[in-house]
C-alpha cells in the first residue's frame, strides 16, 4: 500500500451540491479558530499600530468556577481544581459564549461582561477527567431560521444541545438536551478513559464530534477515536468515521496481526477544520495506543497520525495524509488544521496547512490532498526494542523547512561557552539521541521536540493578504524510556517510565535558543519570512552568569495567535509578566506589550459592537480564572 492516498473521485460534484459557506455578521466570531478553516484572522482593524498601545480592561467576568474551586479546597478535595482555562469564547448575534473549565456554559454581554444566562453540565463532579484535567477550549454555534443552538461537548463524553437565548437544553435532542457519547463505538467505553476538549463543529447540516482518549492506558484495549456526526436537530447519528480501519474497508491491512481489533486511542483530540463549499471536513488525528511502544500493532497505523479528509454529509473517507508512519513519538497532529488560499507558481491552489509537534508545516492541495510541495519518504533510525518494528522511513516536506529544533546534535546543543557545552554533552551521554524520529528506548532516548511540541493545541493563524502563515512554538525535549510491563497489571509489553527528562547544564536549556519563537511562513513560496523569539525567556539568568546579552531567547509558554487586518497578538507568561503583545505583521517587531492581570491561557478572539472593537481572553486558573476584554479607551 502506498504511504498516502489520495482521490479525488466525486470531488466536483459535491462542490456543485453543497451549501455555500455561511458569512458571519461583521464583528462577530462565530468559531473558535474564528472560521471553520480556522485561520484566526478578523478583518477588524480599529485596534492598529498606532493605538494599540492605550488597550486597557474594558471589562472583567469572573468564572463562576472560582466559587465552586474555593469550596472543595474548604472541603479538602484539592484533586477537585482546574489549571489554565483554555477557552477561547465566540461572538454570535450579540453575544458572547463560552464553557468554563468545570463544564458550564455561559453567555455575556459583549459591551459589559454581564452574565445573561449560565447552563452547568455537573461534568467536572464525574471526578478528574482523563488527560489532561478539567480542559476545556470551546463551544459552537448552530442556527437554522429561528432555531439557534449552542453545542457543547464535554470530557464526561456527553454531546449539549443548548438554547442559545435562554441557555436552556433543547428537550428533543437525544436525551432531555444531551447525547451520551460512550455509546455506540462498538465497544464497552470506560467514562474515565474518554471524553471531549475540543468544540464540536457545526457544517453542511451536521455536528462533527471527536474525542480525548487516555494516554496512560491501563492496558492495550482502549477507547477507539472514531469520529462521528449527529443530525443537529434531533441528536441522531448521521455517520461515524474509523479511525482505526475495521475489515473490509481501507487501511484495515496496516493493522497487523489483528490489532485493529483491539486497538484504541488513535482519535481527533484537537480542533477539526471544514469547507462548506467543497462540503469536506478536515480530521487530525493523534497517535495509537500506547504513544511509545507499538510491538502490539505492526504496520503503518492508518489513521493514526495523520490528515484526514471525509465528506461532511456522509463520513465517506475522499483521501488522508499520514504524517507520521506506525508512531512512537506521541506526535499527535496537534492542532487545528488551516484552509488558506494561495498562489504557488502563478497557480490558484484551494490548499490545507497542517502543523506538527515535530515542527514541520505540511501543505496540501484541500480538494485531492496532493502535497504542494514534495514530501519525501526519507531513511530514519530503526529500534532496539524487543518486538518493535518501526516504519523504515518518515515524510519529510521539501519545503516549507521546519520551524523548530529538530533532534539533539551540534546544530541543536546549546554552546554559550566551551564549559556550558561539555556540561550539557555530559548530562545526554546517558541517554540515547540522534536526529528526528530517534525512537525510544529502554536505555532512554531524548526527543526533540517533544511531546509537547514544536506546534501544539494552540495553533496558526493565516493572513488571506499577504498569505503569510503565523505559528507560534516552543522547544521542549523530553527523555522516553521504556519499562517492561507488569504482567500482573497491563497486558502491554512495555511502557513508559524511568527518566522523563533531561538537565541542561548549570540550570540552564538544553538546546541553543530561541526556547519559544513565533514564524512566519509565505505560503505562496514556501520560505520562511521571519523568525522571532518569544518572550525574553531566561535571558537575565544567562546575563547573570557572566554571559553577554544575547538579547531575548524566548519562552515555551504561548497560547494561539489572533491576527486582524493590522496586527498580530499573541499572549505569554514571560516570567513575572503576563503579556499580550502586538506584533507587526511584516516583520515580528513588537509594537506594545499589554499587562495582563492573570497568566493567559486561552487563546484570544476579537469581535465588535456598537462601533468598537474588542479582544477577548481566558486567563488565570484554579480559584481564579477570569476572562477579560480589552479595548480602546
Not at 455555500?20 to 472560521?35: F, K, N, R, S
Not at 464526561?156 to 437565548?165: E, F, M, P, V
Request: aromatic letters at 10%; glycine letters at 10%; hydrophobic letters at 40%.
Amino acid at each position: 500500500m502506498n504511504k498516502n492516498h489520495f482521490t479525488g473521485a466525486g470531488l466536483l460534484l459535491a462542490a456543485v451540491l453543497c451549501t455555500p459557506m455561511t458569512l458571519a455578521a461583521e464583528g462577530d466570531w462565530p468559531h473558535y479558530g474564528g472560521d471553520l478553516g480556522s485561520t484566526k484572522y478578523s478583518p477588524l482593524d480599529q485596534i492598529n499600530a498606532g493605538n494599540v498601545a492605550r488597550l486597557t480592561i474594558a471589562w472583567s467576568w469572573d468564572s463562576v468556577d472560582n466559587a465552586s474551586v474555593a469550596q472543595n479546597r474548604e472541603q479538602q478535595n484539592f484533586a477537585a481544581t482546574p489549571a489554565g482555562w483554555k477557552a477561547t469564547p465566540i461572538m454570535v448575534n450579540g453575544l458572547l459564549y463560552v464553557p468554563t473549565s468545570f463544564g458550564r456554559v455561559v453567555a455575556l454581554d459583549p459591551v459589559s461582561g454581564a452574565q445573561r444566562w449560565l447552563f452547568d453540565t455537573h461534568a467536572w463532579e464525574m471526578g478528574r477527567p482523563a488527560n489532561l484535567g478539567f480542559n476545556v477550549r470551546g463551544v459552537e454555534y448552530w442556527e437554522e431560521g429561528d432555531d439557534q443552538r449552542i453545542f457543547f461537548a464535554t470530557y464526561d463524553s456527553y454531546l449539549w444541545a443548548l438554547d442559545a437565548n435562554t441557555g436552556e437544553p433543547i428537550s428533543d435532542f437525544g436525551n432531555d438536551g444531551r447525547i451520551d457519547l460512550t455509546q455506540g463505538l462498538g465497544r464497552e467505553v470506560d467514562r474515565a478513559l474518554y471524553g471531549v476538549v475540543s468544540p464540536p463543529l457545526a457544517t453542511n447540516g451536521v455536528v462533527v464530534v471527536n474525542s480525548i482518549v487516555h494516554d496512560a492506558p491501563p492496558g492495550k484495549e482502549m477507547p477507539p477515536g472514531h469520529v462521528r456526526a449527529f443530525d443537529p436537530h434531533s441528536g441522531e447519528l448521521v455517520w461515524m468515521f474509523r479511525t482505526i480501519p475495521q475489515p473490509g474497508e481501507y487501511g484495515n491491512d496496516t493493522w497487523e496481526d489483528g490489532s485493529w481489533e483491539y486497538t484504541g486511542n488513535t482519535n481527533s483530540w484537537t480542533v477539526m477544520s471544514a469547507d462548506e463549499e467543497l462540503g469536506l471536513v478536515y480530521i487530525p488525528v493523534g497517535t495509537p495506543t500506547n504513544d511509545w511502544y507499538g510491538g502490539l500493532r505492526k504496520g503503518d497505523n492508518l489513521f493514526a497520525e495523520s490528515l484526514v479528509a471525509v465528506r461532511a454529509a456522509t463520513g465517506e473517507y475522499v483521501w488522508h495524509f499520514q504524517a507520521v508512519h506506525h508512531g512512537v513519538w506521541d506526535y499527535d497532529l496537534p492542532a487545528a488544521p488551516t484552509l488558506v488560499d494561495i498562489t504557488v507558481d502563478g497557480r490558484a491552489i484551494k490548499a490545507v496547512a497542517q502543523i506538527s509537534k515535530q515542527g514541520f508545516t505540511y501543505v496540501l492541495d484541500r480538494v485531492t490532498g496532493k502535497p504542494v510541495w514534495p514530501i519525501e519518504e526519507r531513511p530514519v533510525p530503526q529500534s532496539s526494542v524487543p518486538g518493535e518494528r518501526l516504519s523504515p522511513t518518515q515524510p519529510v516536506p521539501t519545503r516549507p523547512a521546519p520551524f523548530e529544533y529538530q533532534g539533539i546534535s551540534d546544530e541543536t546543543l546549546i554552546d554559550f561557552t566551551p564549559e556550558l557545552r561539555a556540561e550539557a554533552l555530559q548530562n545526554i551521554e546517558q541517554f540515547d539521541y540522534g536526529p528526528l524520529f530517534t525512537p525510544p528506548s529502554l536505555r532512554g532516548t531524548i526527543n526533540l521536540p517533544g511531546w509537547m511540541g514544536g506546534a501544539d493545541w494552540q495553533g496558526a493563524a493565516f493572513d488571506p493578504d499577504s498569505s503569510l502563515f503565523y505559528i507560534p512554538s516552543g522547544s521542549s525535549p523530553i527523555v522516553v524510556q521504556l519499562r517492561e510491563a507488569d504482567p500482573e497489571r497491563s497486558d502491554l509489553v512495555y511502557r513508559r517510565g524511568g527518566a522523563r527528562g533531561v538537565d541542561g547544564p548549570s540550570g540552564l536549556p538544553l538546546t541553543k535558543p530561541p526556547y519559544g519563537r513565533i514564524t512566519a511562513i509565505d505560503l505562496n513560496t514556501g520560505e520562511h519570512a521571519w523568525m522571532v523569539p518569544h518572550g525574553e525567556g531566561v535571558r537575565q539568568q544567562i546575563i547573570d552568569m557572566g554571559i553577554i546579552d544575547p538579547g531575548p531567547v524566548g519562552s515555551p509558554n504561548r497560547v494561539g495567535p489572533l491576527l486582524t487586518r493590522s496586527l498580530l497578538f499573541v499572549a505569554q507568561e514571560d516570567g513575572t509578566r503576563n503579556l499580550i503583545r502586538a506584533l507587526d505583521k511584516a516583520t515580528g517587531a513588537v509594537i506594545a506589550e499589554i499587562e495582563l492581570p492573570l497568566p493567559p491561557n486561552g487563546t484570544p478572539m476579537t469581535y465588535q459592537v456598537e462601533g468598537r472593537q474588542y479582544i477577548a481572553i481566558a486567563l488565570g486558573g484554579g480559584a481564579e480564572a477570569r476572562l477579560v476584554a480589552l479595548a480602546l479607551p
